[in-house]
């Protein structure tokens, strides 16, 4: 998959790309599994509920793809959508460390071609800088260089 980076000199707009709608057909869906207390200090329990719900009914219908911090949280998150009615056979696991659940601060973002069939989608390599590098809250890049390559195992 290609890569677009930040400081190509031409917007993704200007190179035939957009961003589609969520409703738009897509492959999967990117989440990254609840874990930080700072952020749910006291609902944290009531958030991995409410993502297992989720998982739930996306899995119904499409891929799911999940980031976790390690193999304990997987294996959580993994009882967790097992004792639910997810369909285990679309959720896909990636060990990829992360601050906290906001996916669209640091996830994957990928791009559809204005014209149908005319070229791929492609990843976007941008920079994050609303939290103003604040220490410990900047989300590594390690998600995005996963979803550069979805298909390999973690």
Do not use: C
Not at 95 to 110: A, N
Request: net charge positive.
């Amino acid at each position: 998959m290609e890569i677009l980076d930040r400081n190509n000199s031409k917007t993704p707009a200007a190179l035939g790309y957009f961003m589609p709608a969520e409703w738009e057909k897509h492959e999967a869906t990117w989440l990254s599994w609840p874990h930080n207390t700072e952020t749910w200090p006291a609902q944290l329990a009531r958030v991995e509920e409410t993502y297992t719900r989720m998982v739930e009914a996306l899995s119904q219908g499409e891929k799911v793809n999940i980031l976790v911090d390690d193999g304990r949280a997987e294996e959580s998150a993994r009882q967790k959508l097992a004792q639910s009615r997810a369909d285990m056979t679309r959720v896909v696991f990636f060990r990829i460390p992360t601050v906290d659940v906001w996916m669209r601060d640091y996830g994957p973002l990928f791009l559809a071609p204005r014209e149908r069939g005319a070229k791929t989608p492609v990843f976007v390599r941008w920079g994050f800088n609303a939290w103003v590098n604040a220490p410990g809250r900047a989300p590594g890049a390690s998600a995005r260089r996963r979803a550069s390559n979805p298909g390999k195992p973690p």
